[in-house]
């Protein structure tokens, strides 16, 4: 009973200390993209079913973290790219 407990108070006392040390620096563009996007992401691996993390870091990956000119002027963070016989709105 007394490893259990250690080993929960211990759990408890990283965490604390690294909510402490997050809150006591500013968030990075990527930390801030993904609390921003995880949500979503979420819910879209429940329906499509591929995993949140991957969506969120190819997102990251693809938009500069939301930071690039498609993801600012189209929400597009993913590149994703019309054919020839595309007829919808398109950005360039």
């Excluded at 930071?67 to 398109?90: M, R, V, Y």
Aim: glycine share 6%; proline share 1%.
């Amino acid at each position: 009973m007394k490893a259990i407990f250690n080993s929960r108070f211990s759990k408890l006392i990283a965490i604390v200390i690294s909510v402490y040390f997050m809150a006591a620096r500013e968030m990075t563009n990527q930390e801030i993209y993904i609390y921003q996007f995880r949500e979503i992401a979420k819910s879209e691996s429940a329906r499509t079913g591929i995993p949140a993390s991957i969506k969120l870091a190819q997102g990251l990956f693809e938009s500069s973290a939301g930071k690039s000119e498609l993801a600012i002027q189209a929400n597009n963070h993913f590149g994703i790219k019309c054919k020839n016989d595309w007829t919808g709105l398109t950005y360039f």
